[in-house]
């Protein structure tokens, strides 16, 4: 049995107790000496209802990682701690940069209204088997509305790998953790320099917008020697977009060989792996990404060759609307996004400037203003700030009476 799957029986066993009204051993917990994040997390409550609590980690730290377990706290609407539970990340091991998906089923105490999720691990000389093309060939949405991601797997490395595993991580727009999944390949092993298929499904609520994945294997990492590798290169197509926007990301390296892709997205202050791109027989490849915020991105050889990192510009959507509230006086909201709490938005009225207010954690921001009687053309603004690149709203024509 691996030491995965144990971890995961342990975890269903502890619950199983706490439901009998046992009290269930906690896990010993993992050693805190290495820098890894809980980048976001949520939850849901399935058709069975039972809550399932979702999230990702990050290791931040510069050396791998593994035993990585989450640490959940239950709290009621007062935030007063109520009950605390554990689960392990879907990753046996993650090198710096790298992410994983977690999820745990429970049937949180009497009062829950929402949790929190910490995390430590412990530092390992292992090199996490992570060494593999995988490609989405095929997406449907079957008769009981799961979604399905199907594709190939390629064993990248010299030796044969065991339990390959592809795991998926889905986000909603604001790329918050909303649901997690994962498949064992059709075959099993699979054999060096060949191919599986694989068909991970995930239910379609809650709703999901984009997915990542990362694809491991039980087998020591292997991965063949490089040889008259070239430093990869990337150009970007555009280089500035409006958030929701995608922008197109060419590559050019080693022939027929497969490209690591690094991202950056602010306030991130360190770059992390979001997927790999093979090199044609040319040694040409693209990839597409919609980042909601500027992100710089980076291509990696498998010997460690890197490409410089171009700035994605991102810039914000306004909207505004006015609704009047008495004579002459008018409530003027919309919202922003990428949603940031406190952006300043400036009301012009015919280009002049006429109010200001900040947003909320939503993005919706909010302000009244007495106005003389006449027609104007009314539009919102926001500047330019780490995040993302200002915008102007669509323009508005109002009568004030």
Sequence with gaps: MSRKLMLRL?????????AAGVTALTAP????????SVV??????????FRHFVGEVRNDGTTNVQNIQINLQYLDASDALLATDFAFASADVLAPGEKSPFQSVDEPPAGFDHYTATVSADATDTTPNHYFTTQ??????????FRHIAGTVRNDNT?????VEVLATFYDNAGTVVNTTSVVAADDPIAADQSSTFDAAAAMTPAFSSYSILTESSSPAAPATPAGEVTPTLSLAPSIISAGQRVTVTYQGTPSSTLEIWSKTQPATTYSRISSV???ASGAGTSSHAPTKNTRIMAKTAGGLSSLQPLIQVRSVASINARRVATRTYTFTGRVYPALNGRLVSLYRNGVLTAQARTDASGIYTMTKIIARGTYSF????????????TTSPARTYSIS
């Design 10 to 18: 342990a975890a269903v066993a502890s619950t199983a107790l706490v």
């Design 136 to 145: 989405v060939t095929n997406e449907f949405t079957d008769a009981t509305d």
């Design 29 to 36: 917990p993992a050693s805190a000496a290495t820098a890894v």
């Design 379 to 390: 539009q919102v603004r926001t500047a330019n700030d780490t995040y993302n690149l200002g």
């Design 278 to 280: 093979p090199l044609d």
């Design 159 to 163: 030796t044969a790998a065991d339990a």
């Design 40 to 49: 976001s997390y949520s939850s849901y409550v399935d058709g069975a209802d």
